[in-house]
């Protein structure tokens, strides 16, 4: 099969490699129809991570069934599916709870919790930047979709992360109707963050960022706009909540976040989230942190640690929640947002591309280049 392999960085190729296997009883395989680049591949396309040479990229993956184990009992041959990011058993303490983010069963690397399609430390499973997907433990991990999948499928693809991210930020801020809602970051999970801050009542969603083509997105679904570049954002929310500050703040930058002249300050976001939200108010952060960062600017940085306005949070009495998102504890009621009409995250997406031109795209994504907010794949051609 052809499949979207990493070289190095800022170096993928579109690569012909084995076509992947049932392995285990409970394995299928996925013929992949849509794959997203994520801002999250960004980070190991640029070698900011220990992700190796060979692997196959792709967290975000739509497809049909093509093939399942003899103990798979849910799924069928041509079923349409959405897989989420995370890999997970569905039987251990942590998959009991909901918390599918830290399987303690898929990632056989010790000490480790929590597994993933084509991702660094996240154990050894390919993407699916590709034709074709093994999925592990398929009847828990594959999302069965409506009978509109394949019409609505780049809506649907984004069930897999960025939607469900987004709406997990929400939910860690401690988000309520009514609430005033900051957000940290226009890419795409910042976008989705507002997308489900808006069907979750917010009073007013504020998105700061400083690429004009992702402002305008957010002001599409009715969010407020405010680019860094021409103003203090922490000036302008509090202008925008009367000098209160936001009841919750969102980060969905990480940190490879920039102030407007270019310069990687890690901690910027966190601090001016601190800043913006009021006392006693909600922090979330899905934005990548990671323990170790090799390429940071900073002594501090490359040990994964940042200066953080402890005081100031504590002062104000602030609650801050982390961690990536438990796709499986959201995404069956996104999904069914989808099929109603109440949610459409497609309204981000700017490229729809043949895998074979992969290469290109990541290019022009990881650029930052105009116009370029979203990147779906298209293995069928």
Same mark, same amino acid.
């Given at each position: 099969?052809?499949?979207?392999?990493?070289?190095?960085?800022?170096?993928?190729?579109?690569?012909?490699?084995?076509?992947?296997?049932?392995?285990?009883?409970?394995?299928?395989?996925?013929?992949i129809?849509?794959?997203?680049?994520?801002?999250?591949?960004l980070?190991?396309?640029?070698?900011?991570?220990?992700?190796?040479?060979?692997?196959?990229?792709?967290?975000e993956n739509?497809?049909?069934?093509?093939?399942?184990?003899?103990?798979?009992?849910?799924?069928?041959?041509?079923?349409?599916?959405?897989?989420p990011?995370?890999?997970?058993?569905?039987?251990?303490?942590?998959?009991?709870?909901?918390?599918?983010?830290?399987?303690?069963?898929?990632?056989?690397?010790?000490?480790?919790?929590?597994?993933?399609?084509?991702?660094a430390?996240?154990?050894?499973?390919?993407?699916?930047?590709?034709?074709?997907?093994?999925?592990p433990?398929?009847?828990?991990?594959?999302?069965?979709?409506?009978?509109d999948?394949?019409?609505?499928?780049?809506?649907?693809?984004?069930?897999?992360?960025?939607?469900?991210?987004?709406?997990?930020?929400?939910?860690?801020?401690?988000?309520?109707?009514?609430?005033?809602?900051?957000?940290?970051?226009?890419?795409?999970?910042?976008?989705m963050?507002?997308?489900?801050?808006?069907?979750? $009542?917010?009073? =007013? /969603?504020?998105?700061?960022? &400083?690429?004009?083509?992702? *402002?305008?997105l !957010?002001?599409?679904?009715?969010?407020?706009?405010?680019?860094?570049?021409?103003?203090?954002?922490?000036?302008?929310?509090?202008?925008?909540?009367?000098?209160?500050?936001?009841?919750?703040?969102?980060?969905?930058?990480?940190?490879q976040?920039?102030d407007?002249?270019?310069?990687?300050?890690?901690?910027?976001?966190?601090?001016?989230?601190?800043?913006?939200?009021?006392?006693?108010?909600?922090?979330?952060?899905?934005?990548v942190?990671?323990?170790?960062?090799?390429?940071?600017t900073?002594?501090?940085?490359?040990?994964?640690?940042?200066v953080?306005?402890?005081?100031?949070?504590?002062?104000?009495?602030?609650?801050?929640?982390? $961690?990536?998102c =438990? /796709?499986?504890?959201?995404? &069956?009621?996104?999904?069914? *947002?989808?099929? !109603?009409?109440?949610?459409?995250?497609?309204?981000?997406?700017?490229?729809e591309?043949?895998?074979?031109?992969?290469?290109?795209?990541?290019?022009?994504?990881?650029?930052?280049?105009?116009g370029?907010?979203?990147?779906?794949?298209?293995?069928?051609?």
């Open positions: 099969m052809k499949a979207v392999v990493y070289r190095g960085p800022r170096k993928v190729s579109v690569e012909n490699v084995p076509d992947p296997k049932i392995e285990r009883p409970t394995d299928a395989i996925v013929q129809r849509s794959t997203n680049i994520c801002g999250s591949d980070h190991m396309f640029e070698g900011r991570t220990d992700f190796e040479t060979g692997r196959i990229f792709g967290h739509l497809g049909q069934v093509m093939e399942v184990g003899p103990a798979v009992e849910r799924l069928e041959v041509g079923d349409w599916v959405c897989m990011f995370n890999i997970s058993c569905g039987h251990c303490r942590n998959c009991e709870k909901g918390l599918t983010a830290f399987c303690l069963t898929a990632n056989p690397q010790p000490g480790m919790a929590g597994a993933a399609f084509g991702f430390d996240m154990g050894p499973y390919q993407g699916g930047q590709a034709e074709f997907l093994r999925v433990w398929a009847d828990f991990n594959c999302l069965k979709l409506p009978p999948a394949e019409e609505k499928q780049n809506d649907y693809v984004m069930v897999a992360d960025i939607f469900p991210t987004g709406w997990h930020v929400t939910e860690l801020a401690g988000m309520r109707p009514g609430d005033a809602v900051v957000i940290y970051g226009s890419g795409p999970v910042g976008l963050a507002a997308h489900s801050a808006m069907i979750k $009542g917010a009073c =007013n /969603v504020m998105v700061v960022d &400083r690429h004009p083509d992702r *402002l305008r !957010a002001e599409s679904i009715g969010a407020i706009a405010i680019d860094d570049s021409k103003v203090n954002p922490v000036d302008r929310v509090m202008d925008l909540t009367h000098g209160l500050g936001a009841d919750v703040g969102c980060e969905c930058v990480g940190y976040c920039h407007p002249a270019g310069h990687e300050i890690p901690n910027l976001t966190m601090n001016n989230l601190v800043k913006s939200v009021k006392f006693t108010g909600g922090i979330g952060v899905v934005g942190f990671t323990p170790q960062d090799p390429g940071a900073d002594d501090l940085a490359k040990k994964g640690e940042i953080f306005d402890w005081g100031l949070s504590w002062f104000k009495g602030q609650r801050i929640a982390t $961690g990536q =438990n /796709v499986k504890a959201y995404n &069956r009621q996104l999904r069914d *947002l989808i099929h !109603a009409g109440r949610a459409k995250p497609s309204f981000i997406v700017s490229h591309i043949e895998l074979g031109k992969a290469a290109e795209a990541y290019q022009h994504f990881d650029a930052r280049d105009h370029w907010t979203k990147v779906i794949l298209k293995p069928g051609g």
